[in-house]
Each structure stands twice: as C-alpha cells, then as structure tokens.
Nanobody
Framework: QVQLVESGGGLVQPGGSLRLSCAAS????????MSWYRQAPGGERELVAA????????KYADSVKGRFTISGDNAKNTVYLQMNSLKPEDTGVYYC??????????????WGQGTQVTVSS
C-alpha cells in the first residue's frame, strides 16, 4: 500500500536548520509531484513547498522563499525539505503529500502522518 513517512522534525533554536525527509513507497515516485504542507497550532494547513515529478519546477510560500529548499531523489524515493534560518513562526506539523501528475498544482492523493517542528529558544 501507499506510504509516506516523514522524519527529521524536532526542536531547534531560531536561526537554526533542519532537514525533513519523506520516504515514499507503494507507488511510482518518479511520476508523482510532491509537496510539503504545514499546520501551525490553531491554524489551517498551508502549502510550504512543492516540486514537479520531473524536478524541473518548484514553488514556495512567500514566507519561506530564500530559506527553504525542496528536492527529490528518485533513486531513494524520497523528497526532502531543507529548512534554514528557522523562525518561531515556522513551528507546526509538517506533512508530505504526493499526487499522480507532473504538475504540483491542485489536490493531493496521498498524505503522510506528519512530523513536528518546533522553533523556540
């Protein structure tokens, strides 16, 4: 069955870095667009970053541009989110999502269980 398993979350001080990983199984990774969403306490789930199935196109929320980088490794069936210069407002549960399409726009077919990121001193 389809599985998306996130890892790499944790507690980090403001200005620090984390790298999230999402290991995918049960579908052909190279034909799926991938995204990272996050949900802050009391907030709605929002798109953080997305990457097309070819890796040739990416999209970022304005709040993370220049600080976060999404990338994929087809050999490892894994998508990453490198997060630098973290801020307290980056705190939340980060979810990995996949959809069977080249383009990352629109609704997603599969979701992971989420990993907690807390940015605090």
């Amino acid at each position: 069955q389809v599985q998306l398993v996130e890892s790499g979350g944790g507690l980090v001080q403001p200005g620090g870095s984390l790298r999230l990983s999402c290991a995918a199984s049960g579908f052909l990774f190279s034909t799926h667009a991938m995204s990272w969403y996050r949900q802050a306490p009391g907030g709605e789930r929002e798109l953080v970053a997305a990457i097309s199935s070819t890796g040739g196109s990416t999209k970022y929320a304005d709040s993370v541009k220049g600080r976060f980088t999404i990338s994929g490794d087809n050999a490892k069936n894994t998508v990453y989110l490198q997060m630098n210069s973290l801020k307290p407002e980056d705190t939340g549960v980060y979810y990995c999502a996949a959809k069977s399409a080249v383009d990352y726009s629109g609704n997603y077919d599969y979701w992971g269980q989420g990993t907690q990121v807390t940015v605090s001193s």
